[in-house]
């Protein structure tokens, strides 16, 4: 299964091999903020700089240049969206929040994700959060029994011709 793992900046500081082993095994890096700030409070100046620093650690480590953004807790407003595209990132939420950061345990985690699932869902999930080698074998493997194919975000989403809803959803403008 090949996905995409989000990265706060300063997190990459601290796991520099890491990111190179994720990068190696063919998993696809977006780019999460270098300190996990939220960008709807910041100024455009701040707003630039968290993105920039952020994409210029990741492309120290692999040589790639990232196009995906995920703005921290999800917030984003037409402004940082605007900041966001001038610098060539699209935006990206999800529809389903596994809401592992919660500590809710793996038989809820599992029971969400799996319930919530559709084709075409972007499910949240968190790298350095408890019990996540329990539930995500576990979930990869129900969704695959009922046929889903996991994927990159990139091959997921829309490039083109859409819209975004207030809950992150992309739609096909008509």
């Known amino acids: 299964v090949k996905c995409t793992f989000f990265l706060v900046g300063s997190w990459i500081d601290d796991n520099k091999e890491l990111v ?13 903020s270098n300190t ?38 999800g917030d984003i407003d037409s402004r940082s969206m605007d900041i966001c595209k001038s610098l060539g990132y699209q935006v990206v939420k999800w529809d389903i929040d596994s809401l592992d950061w919660k500590d809710i345990g793996p038989n809820h985690v599992i029971d969400r994700v799996i319930r919530n699932s559709t084709p ?23 969704l695959q029994k009922e046929s889903f194919k996991v994927v990159p975000v990139s091959e997921l989403i829309y490039k083109d011709n859409y819209t975004v809803d207030s809950n992150g959803v992309q739609k096909i403008k008509e």
């Open 20 to 32: 190179q082993k994720i990068y190696n095994s063919g998993h696809e890096l977006g780019n999460h």
């Open 120 to 142: 075409g869902s972007i499910i949240l999930f968190h790298a350095n959060v408890q019990d996540i080698d329990i539930y995500l074998d576990n979930i990869l493997a129900k």
């Open 36 to 73: 996990h700030a939220n960008t709807t409070s910041l100024s455009e100046q701040s707003i630039i700089e968290e993105i920039e620093i952020t994409a210029s650690k990741i492309y120290d480590i692999t040589g790639e240049k990232t196009t995906l953004y995920r703005p921290p807790f």
